[in-house]
C-alpha cells in the first residue's frame, strides 16, 4: 500500500509542478507581451491581466499542493522546538489538521462552484468555474501527499518494530 500511494503521490507531483511551470511560463510571455506592446505602441492586450490573475492562482494553490508533499509549508515550531519528545505525538496532530483542512477545502471549494459555474470573466470570456475548480483540485492533491506521508510513516514505524 505504501509502494502505491508514493507512486500516486510522486506521479500527482510531477504533473502539478509541469503544470505549474507551464502557467508560470505562459504568465510571464503574456505579461512581457503586453508590457512591449504598451510601452512601443501604447497598446495593449486587453486580457493579459485576467489571464495572469487567474494563473496566479492556479499557481498558489497548486504550489501549495506540492509544498505539503515536500513539507515546506510555513510552519509554527515553538512546541517541537522547545520539547522535542512532543514531536512523536504532534505529528500525527498536524496530519489530522491538515486532512482535515483539505477536506474543508474540498466541500467549500466544491460549493463556491456552484456559484460561479454559471458566470464567465469579463474579458477572457471563460467559465469562472474552470478557474474556481483548482481549490478543491488542489485539496484533493494535499489530502493525496497526506496520506501518502502518514502511510510512509506508518510503514517505517512497523520496519522498525520488525527490526528489533
Known amino acids: 500500500m505504501k509502494k502505491i500511494m508514493d507512486k500516486i503521490s510522486d506521479g500527482i507531483d510531477m504533473v502539478t509542478r509541469a503544470f505549474i511551470t507551464s502557467l508560470l511560463f505562459m ?13 512601443f505602441f501604447q497598446g495593449g492586450i486587453l486580457w493579459s491581466d485576467e489571464l495572469s490573475r487567474f494563473a496566479m492562482i492556479g499557481i498558489v494553490y497548486l504550489g501549495a499542493a506540492s509544498a505539503t508533499r515536500d513539507n515546506t509549508h510555513i510552519t509554527v515550531s515553538i512546541f517541537e522546538d522547545r520539547w522535542p519528545s512532543l514531536r512523536k505525538w504532534l505529528t500525527p496532530v498536524q496530519g489530522a489538521v491538515m486532512i482535515a483542512y483539505s477536506f474543508f477545502l474540498i466541500i467549500f471549494g466544491i460549493q463556491a462552484l456552484e456559484v460561479v459555474g454559471t458566470q464567465s470573466s469579463a474579458n477572457i470570456g471563460i467559465s469562472m468555474g474552470w478557474i474556481y475548480s483548482v481549490i478543491p483540485i488542489s485539496a484533493v492533491i494535499m489530502m493525496i501527499h497526506i496520506l501518502a506521508k502518514i502511510g510512509a510513516k506508518r510503514h517505517a514505524a512497523t520496519e522498525e518494530e520488525q527490526l528489533w
Request: proline share 0%; hydrophobic share 70%.
Open 27 to 39: 504568465m510571464t510571455i503574456v505579461l512581457a507581451i503586453h508590457i512591449v506592446l504598451r510601452y
